[in-house]
């Protein structure tokens, strides 16, 4: 099993369900916020900041998408 995203804190990968079954070029994975907004403290468990935007071909980053602050979000849908 290889690791491609060690040092990156994130969840809930995807790809285009519209894909399944194919080899995909990209996936979806949200991420964690360092810190939850002081606001937001007791109102969410976690706190994801936004989506990245994997290539699993270059086996590399090519996207990181902030959801905006003080906002949050869950998994990637199609």
């Known amino acids: ?7 990156l804190s994130s969840d809930f990968p995807m790809i285009d369900q519209d894909e399944t ?5 990209y996936a979806y994975l949200t991420y ?3 810190e939850i907004p002081e606001e937001k ?9 936004g989506v990245y935007k994997y290539d699993l071909q270059e086996e590399k980053l090519v996207k990181k998408i902030k959801f905006g602050q003080n906002k ?7």
């Open 21 to 25: 079954g194919y080899k995909n070029r």
């Open 41 to 49: 403290n007791g109102v969410y468990s976690q706190f994801f900041e």
């Open 72 to 78: 949050t979000g869950g998994e990637v849908f199609f």
């Open 32 to 34: 964690f916020s360092d």
């Open 1 to 7: 099993m290889k690791i491609l995203l060690e040092d």
